[in-house]
């Protein structure tokens, strides 16, 4: 029996991706670094150092490490003037009612993503109270397809990995899911038709059928 659901963030709860894609390609740009959709797509669910190493494979130019930190606080700075725009109206409603149902069902809700401005997210759309945890970027040391920020979060909620459900709409976060011993739902994004998904849902609401 299942205790409680990990929601992965960008692309589960909000729809942040294209924050995320507009933030890189003013980076790209300024590189000269052709960027374009199917190029991210390949990068979803990564970190954000992973995903700056990706793309910058593709400059014939190399890059001290000094440089890659700057390019990648760039970036976030970027995203985060795009976040400070965000409201609780960017939640679509299936969402809330899918937290809410789960909730009156006594699930234990926990957020496991790897980006570190995950909080200031759950913040500007009101989502942080309807959550027991929530584990982020700035809790672990390894990005998905790791599972320790899927570890992490069940340890907060105090359940065994078996016992939680990971919903995720990337393949990386379908194999970090695996990878530590939870179940995985795949909503949307690469993650969809992924063989490596125990279930999937076109719904969030879909959820309260599954638990």
Same mark, same amino acid.
């Given at each position: 029996?299942?205790?409680?659901?990990?929601?992965?963030?960008?692309?589960?709860?909000?729809?942040t991706d294209r924050y995320h894609y507009n933030a890189w390609r003013i980076l790209t740009d300024k590189l000269g670094i052709d960027f374009p959709q199917e190029?991210?797509?390949g990068i979803r669910g990564l970190s954000r150092m992973d995903s700056l190493e990706r793309?910058?494979?593709?400059?014939? !130019?190399?890059?001290?490490?000094? #440089?890659?930190?700057?390019? =990648? &606080?760039e970036k976030n700075e970027a995203y985060l003037q795009?976040?400070?725009?965000?409201?609780?109206?960017?939640?679509?409603?299936?969402?809330?009612?899918?937290?809410?149902?789960?909730?009156e069902k006594g699930l234990l809700l926990a957020v496991g993503s790897s980006?570190?401005?995950?909080k200031r997210i759950l913040a500007r759309t009101e989502?942080?109270?309807?959550?027991?945890?929530?584990?982020?970027?700035?809790?672990?040391? !390894?990005?998905?397809?790791?599972? #320790?920020?899927?570890?992490? =979060? &069940?340890?907060l909620l105090r359940?065994?990995?078996?016992?939680a459900l990971v919903v995720e709409d990337a393949a990386a976060g379908l194999r970090a899911a695996k990878?530590?011993?939870?179940?995985?739902?795949?909503?949307g994004g690469d993650a969809a038709g992924n063989p490596l998904a125990d279930y999937e849902v076109t719904r969030l609401t879909a959820l309260l059928e599954l638990v």
């Open positions: 029996m299942k205790k409680a659901v990990i929601f992965d963030l960008d692309g589960v709860l909000v729809h190029r991210y797509d793309i910058l494979a593709f400059s014939p !130019r190399q890059f001290t490490r000094e #440089e890659k930190e700057a390019l =990648a &606080a795009r976040v400070e725009q965000m409201g609780p109206e960017e939640v679509d409603g299936d969402v809330r009612a899918a937290l809410r149902g789960l909730r980006s570190k401005n995950a989502l942080t109270a309807c959550f027991d945890a929530i584990a982020d970027g700035s809790m672990v040391t !390894r990005a998905k397809p790791d599972p #320790e920020v899927f570890l992490k =979060a &069940a340890e359940v065994a990995p078996a016992q990878a530590g011993g939870l179940q995985a739902v795949a909503f």
